[in-house]
């Protein structure tokens, strides 16, 4: 990227956003990555040549989304409130979850995920019980499913140990039967993944929500992910940091010798290991490790225990 005045960098020279170039040395765009490779890592003296501007493209995008997975861990926060639905839309750039809380007095309280929590598409039925099929042939689906239905009315559907109220005092259901109290082996076979009093949820990868129990009825919710780093498809908004700078045009020159035709396999083998190479370098960098982090456990480990 051109280099800003301070006035450029602290003001957004008088625009709002004026935040906009705050931190912005850090990164490198998309665009300055394929050119730069194009001029320094492609030409008649290069291992790489006669490769247009959109093979280097597509293989600069795949690289940053490789390392957005396992080293830079591209990390946004969303927060959505939930509606009687109980269901919380995956953002378009979701790749996995880190955390999922739910907020109350400004505090996040983190969730669980619970396997039992369950969700299912219902077919429409006529008397005989046969499918119902639309005028294009396509399967009638009804609004909610009865287990969709159980779970917004707050109903525990577990194959393992229930807890709930039950004669005014809290209890536990196994076989039909209710016990109560505290006594010996009172918990025992106790559900751990429902043993929590904060809400639950599921992730639903296929259908791009996140189900929640019936706790989290017009709460705030908070979810930190981690993003391909795509930014929707906006090649202008792409960037990656410098530290993985150079292990960007590695992938780059790696990917394009891997597929191309007539490349020795040697050649291949040196561009793969100098890829791993600085793979490991930008993890390293990307740490964040300082010396005085490590310095303050060992310091502890002086202090006499009275």
């Known amino acids: 990227m051109a280099y800003l005045t301070a006035y450029q960098y602290y003001t957004n020279s008088g625009v709002n956003p004026t935040s906009a170039n705050w931190g912005s040395y850090q990164f490198v765009s998309l665009k300055d990555i394929v050119n730069n490779f194009l001029l320094m890592y492609q030409g008649d003296d290069k291992l790489v040549n006669n490769v247009s501007k959109h093979l280097v493209l597509f293989h600069a995008k795949r690289g940053i989304q490789e390392i957005n997975y396992d080293a830079l861990r591209s ?17 378009p750039d979701y790749v996995n979850y880190i ?67 039950r004669y005014g005092q809290w209890g536990w259901c196994l076989d039909g039967c209710w016990y109560f109290g505290y006594g010996i082996g009172g918990r025992f076979g106790l559900n751990t993944e ?37 930014e929707g498809g906006n090649n202008d908004s792409v960037s990656i940091n410098k530290l993985a700078e150079d292990f960007l045009y590695s992938y780059i020159r790696w990917a394009i010798l891997d597929n191309k035709i007539g490349v020795q396999e040697y050649v291949v083998r040196r561009a793969r290991r100098d890829k791993w190479a600085t793979l490991r370098n930008a993890k390293i960098r990307l740490s964040n490790i300082h010396p005085g982090r490590l310095l303050m456990p060992l310091r502890a480990r002086d202090n006499w225990i009275k």
Do not use: C, W
Not at 112 to 139: K, M, P, R, W
């Open 75 to 91: 990390i946004k926060v969303l927060e959505l409130e939930v509606g009687d639905n109980l269901k919380f839309i995956l953002p």
């Open 99 to 165: 955390r999922i809380s739910v907020e109350s007095g400004g505090i996040l309280y983190p969730l669980h995920e619970n396997s039992q929590i369950n969700y299912a598409t219902a077919y429409l039925q006529d008397n005989n019980l046969d499918i119902l099929f639309d005028q294009d042939g396509d399967v009638l689906e009804a609004e909610e499913s009865e287990l969709t239905k159980k779970r917004l009315e707050g109903v525990n559907l577990s194959q393992y140990l229930l807890q709930g109220p």
């Open 194 to 230: 429902l043993a929590n009093q904060n809400p639950s949820f599921r992730v639903d990868k296929a259908g791009g929500v996140i189900n929640f129990s019936s706790g989290v009825k017009n709460q705030l919710i908070v979810l930190e992910y981690i993003s391909d780093g795509m």
